[in-house]
Every structure is written in structure tokens, then in C-alpha cells.
């Protein structure tokens, strides 16, 4: 798309339109109370909270728009986008835009949880919004792009963080949450336990914002499972906390919590900040992490892969399923940042919505290819290996632009334009 015409959570340069996935911090830098610039559309979840997260803003600037419908835009070309629910927290939503430009899909941050029956909602509404097109840009999370990164559904995960407070009937409990997301899980808490769990004020204003009246308190005489700012959650808190009643800490989170000793004598941690590490050692510690799926970092923390965000796997079967001609990462601060075309660009063209005709063309192209390849002579399979080794080098150098190139646009956010299209 041209510059100046669209914008997706990305607030500091002036565009005819702004959209915005969802509500978390990182998604929203730049915008505030104060916006002036133009119209911002969202989900109707995000606009009932827009108030509380932004006091004083003009909600006359805020346009809703309907999941799974095309909305046609005033804009000097026509335009069309349809939202699509994200699965990752309350309000969070795909984009599917189309235009003279073609067609982009910008995901945001989003859980692609092929069991999940929003998940299949999602598929329906795109291979029926899509019909015989395809995708030419896709804008995806690769929050967690990388081979090393594996862990169970949400439902699975939740129940593991009931087990764990089940196995310690005397403690408190303290979960460390967002001001946003993670609602499903205290949630399915609530019910299992069959207890209402406390959260500090603002935080259940967002419940009832959101409709859930019932299962939560800020009266800490009522429960002893309390949801606490992520910020707050440290070994200091939990130690402190012991030294008045027994307190277990829970972290549901995706992210490869590493605990570092602060000072030379004391041996207590911090779950403030991430240790540094080399490649290789944080790819086993990674792979370390989800294989034994709940960690026990510190005599009163668990970790619990609770993630909001889809995991390599879940990323492949996305890809799969739309067969992009381009893909572009939307993260580039992640632990383990890699461009997505390293690990995505062998599953290219294995898209479910291509046309049968296309998938009966590349089926007879790849046999003729397998015949050829049995009945050629030695100096056929020289030239074939020289061939493989140009593209190689070719993607390699693709690569390396493209990164940059990403590391400079995409801190928050994506700016959409086809200007470094990598597929070239």
C-alpha cells in the first residue's frame, strides 16, 4: 500500500486512516488522550475500553467495525478491510485489507490454536472473505518464530496452573497478570475452584467492562487467589509475602522466564529481567523450557506456558493455510527475533485456499520435476545443484536486506507499504 494512505498500530507518522489491533502498551505508543490525527478504527470490545485506557479521549475520532464484514473506506482509492477476531486478548482482531494493491492481512498479536473453535471461525471467515485470491503481504506475530518454541493449548496450560494450586491447599496464591488479557485463564480458575479471585481496582473495572461481574473481588478476605500486576511479581514480592503467610507465585506466560542472582551473596532472584545468553544456549534452555512445560524457578515461583501468542508450530499451520507471496515479521524485539521467511519460506505455496487447478498444475509440475530428476545425467544434476546454490545465495542476501530493513520499520507496529517487498 502507498505511503500516507494506512497505518496499524503505528501512531507517529500522518496517514489518511489508523487501525488498531488491539489494547496493550506496545501496541499503543504514540497514541493518547490528546490524538488528533484521524479516525481510528477498532473491534466494539476495544471502543467500550478505549475510555478507560485513554480518559478524555474524542470518541467521535473511534470507528467500530464488525467482525467477519467487509467495510468499504472513504479514501482516494478504494479500499476495502474486514476484522478478524485475533484470540489474544479481549478486543484483539486480524485485518484483511484489499484494494487496487492487492491483498494484506496484518495479524497483530494472535493465538492461531487449530483445536480452537474461534480459531475455525477465523479460518471460515478468511477462506470465505478470500475466495479465489490470495494473500500478497502478510503482516504476521512472530512473537514466537522459532523452531524452539512449542507449548500446549491455553485450556492445557490452565489446567496445570489449577493443578499446581490444588497441590498447595494452605498457601495464597498470586498470579501475575496484564491489565489486559490472561481473562480466560482466571477465569477458568474461578470455575474449577469454584472461588472468586481478586484483582486490584482498576483492574476490575476492565471486568466489567468486559462483562464478568461475577467471579471477581478486591476483597482479600473472600479468596486467597489473587491476580497482581505483572510488575509486581518478583521474588522480593513472594519472599516478603512468606515471611507473613505461606504464598505460592504462578507466571502464565510463553516467554522463556530466566531467574538472575542479584549480588554476590544473596541468593535471591528477579523476574524483572531476562539473563543474556548466546544463541546456542538459549535455544536448549528454550527447548528445555517447553519439554518440561511447568518449571519451579524458585521455592515459592512457577512458570506455566500460558501464552497469548501462536507458537512456531501453530505459525506453520497459519502459513500453510494461506500460502502468502510475502511474508513480513511485526516483531523485532523479540528474545529470539528471526526473520519469519528463515524458518517460513520452504512452506510457500501449500496453501488450503489455492484454486484445485493450481494445486493440480504444482502437483504435475513436481512430478515431471521427480521424473527428470531420475533419468538426468550427471552433468543435469551439476547444473541443478549450481541453480540451488545461486537461489541460496540469492534468498541469503534477500534475507539480510530484509532484516534491516525490518529492524528499522517494525519496533511496534508495521507501517504498510510495499516498497521492500522481499519476494523479489
Known sequence: MERGIISVDRWSEGSQLYFLTHLHADH????????KKGPVYCSHISARLFHHKFPGFDTSLIRTLQIGQWHS???????????????????AVMYLFRGEFGVT?????????????????????????????????????????NPSYSFPSREVAAQQVVNIINSYPEHDIIIGIDTL???????YISKMLKIKIWVWPERLQTMHLLGLHDNFTTKTTLTRVRAVPRYSFSVETLEGLNAMRPTIGIMPSGLPW??????????????????????NDLHMNMRNRYTNNIEKHHQYIYTVPYSDHSCFSEIVEFVKFLCPNNIKGIVSSSLSYVDPCYHLHNIYGTSSLCQKHVIKEEKARVEGECKFTLVCDS??????KRKRIRQSRQY???LRKTRVSLLRRFNRGAKLTTE???DE
Not at 274 to 279: I, M, S, V
Open 28 to 35: 499503543t505508543v504514540g497514541l493518547s488522550p490528546r490524538w
Open 73 to 91: 473506506l472513504s479514501l482516494q482509492t478504494k479500499v476495502e478491510v474486514m476484522a478478524i477476531e485475533a484470540n489474544h486478548c479481549p478486543g
Open 105 to 145: 492481512l496484518y495479524t497483530g498479536d494472535f493465538r492461531w490454536e487449530v483445536a480452537s473453535e474461534i480459531t475455525q471461525m477465523g479460518k471460515n471467515m478468511i477462506a470465505n472473505a478470500l475466495k479465489n485470491d490470495k494473500v500478497d503481504i502478510l503482516y504476521i506475530d512472530n512473537t514466537y518464530c
Open 181 to 187: 488479557g490472561k481473562e480466560d485463564l482466571l477465569l
Open 258 to 279: 530466566k531467574l538472575k542472582k542479584v549480588g554476590r551473596k544473596d541468593n535471591s532472584c528477579s523476574l524483572s529481567s531476562l539473563k543474556t545468553e548466546t544463541d
Open 379 to 384: 552433468s543435469t544434476e551439476v547444473k541443478y
Open 396 to 398: 541469503g542476501a534477500c
Open 420 to 422: 521492500d517487498c522481499s
